[in-house]
């Protein structure tokens, strides 16, 4: 295959061939006629949050491989080439029933293992307060417990490579030391964590801020609170949810400049509801409903519920509101999660991968025209 667009960081004109799935040659722009066209190409984006999609989640007691191939599938139309697929607090069956399903799919088919080359666990080991627990259910939420922790590990046949706790627990340091140990990234979140606490646990190996300003109270402090500290900790990377809805476009801004691109990253926090049409479901034991404009929300509230949207949605609102560079969204969105969690980088460089997106200029952003993989080219889904 020949690819003639721009380099997504450069923004010049290049030539890209593909051989067996792999890039197999990069240059200027020359002769010959392309097959495909795009504004830009990149490498594809990588999603360390995503929970499902299309009425299928992740934390469903009956998910199936099926499921997960649809929801895997779907997100590669929207560039998403990478995904963590992620479960949150559950009893332990439920856990470790949708760990051992995922773990059947990477085995089974290795397009899925090279799409999900880790697990994410979010909870159960976080807060009970309202507020900070967010949507996670009161009655399976608890301290952690290692024992507990290598069981789902085992069902997940050692693919859990992100865990998001909370640190208050007198426990939590030393069950971070044993998940580092393991060589598995730690992140904070869903917590009303003390100063004390959360030095204790960035001491202890902690990386990264889940979905940093969500899973929080609505009203805090103005000086001494947990958003503050995580935001000072220059050992902590934040994660945001970027998809117009999760936090305004100031905190957006304020993060990102704390933070910086190079320890920001976009997460969609794709929920089982992402990518549906606007109505009302019955899902997660309640109704809710989704909004012409993406938003989720509890029927006749403005409460949040979960997230529509996909990755790519969350480059242009990066774009729009922290005033960063398209190649600063794109490697926000894909380079900085599989630096984090210490996978191969993807590269437009002969000898990678061809795992690839093409992107077209949309108004002020950029759409996904099409994604290439090592199993070929596929039309996009764009936000």
């Not at 290598?150 to 340091?173: C, F, K, M």
């Not at 902690?206 to 929080?216: I, K, Q, V, Y």
């Not at 309640?286 to 990755?311: C, H, M, R, Y």
């Not at 600063?328 to 997106?357: F, K, S």
Request: proline share 7%.
């Amino acid at each position: 295959m020949f690819i003639r667009a721009r380099d997504y960081r450069t923004d010049q004109w290049i030539d890209v061939r593909i051989d067996s799935g792999r890039i197999s040659s990069v240059g200027p722009a020359a002769g010959g006629t392309p097959e495909l066209t795009s504004d830009w190409i990149a490498p594809s984006m990588f999603d360390l949050q995503i929970n499902g999609c299309d009425r299928i989640s992740f934390n469903s007691p009956n998910l199936t491989v099926e499921q997960v191939r649809h929801v895997v599938a779907t997100c590669r139309l929207h560039g998403i080439g990478g995904l963590c697929p992620t479960l949150v607090t559950n009893s332990f069956e439920a856990l470790s029933h949708g760990f051992a399903t995922l773990t059947r799919a990477c085995e089974s088919e290795p397009d899925l293992a090279a799409a999900m080359p880790c697990f994410h666990l979010e909870g159960p080991y976080i807060s009970s307060i309202d507020g900070p627990r967010g949507a996670h259910p009161l009655e399976h939420v608890r301290p952690p417990d290692w024992k507990e922790f290598q069981r789902l590990q085992e069902a997940a046949g050692g693919r859990i490579g992100l865990v998001t706790l909370a640190p208050e627990y007198d426990s939590a340091p030393k069950f971070i030391e044993q998940l580092v140990q393991c060589g598995i990234v730690v992140a904070i979140g869903h917590t009303a964590a003390s100063h004390e606490q959360i030095l204790a646990a960035v001491d202890a190996g902690a990386r990264l801020c889940t979905h940093l300003g969500n899973g929080c109270h609505a009203t805090l402090p103005r000086h001494d609170n947990y958003l503050w500290q995580q935001l000072a900790e220059d050992r902590l990377w934040a994660s945001i949810i970027c998809d117009g809805h999760h936090i305004p476009p100031s905190v957006i801004k304020s993060i990102v400049r704390v933070k910086s691109p190079a320890r920001t990253i976009l997460t969609s926090d794709a929920s089982s509801l992402a990518g549906v049409a606007p109505g009302r479901y019955g899902e997660w034991g309640q109704e809710l409903d989704v909004l012409p404009n993406g938003k989720i929300v509890v029927p006749g509230t403005p409460f949040l519920a979960g997230s529509w949207a996909f990755t790519d949605l969350c480059i242009n609102e990066a774009m729009r509101h922290a005033g960063v560079s398209l190649a600063e969204a794109i490697d926000m969105a894909g380079a900085r999660p599989r630096e984090l969690l210490n996978l191969p980088p993807r590269r437009l460089t002969a000898g990678d991968p061809a795992d690839l997106v093409l992107l077209d200029k949309a108004g002020d952003g950029v759409r996904v025209q099409r994604v290439v993989a090592p199993s070929g080219v596929f039309a996009a889904t764009s936000a």
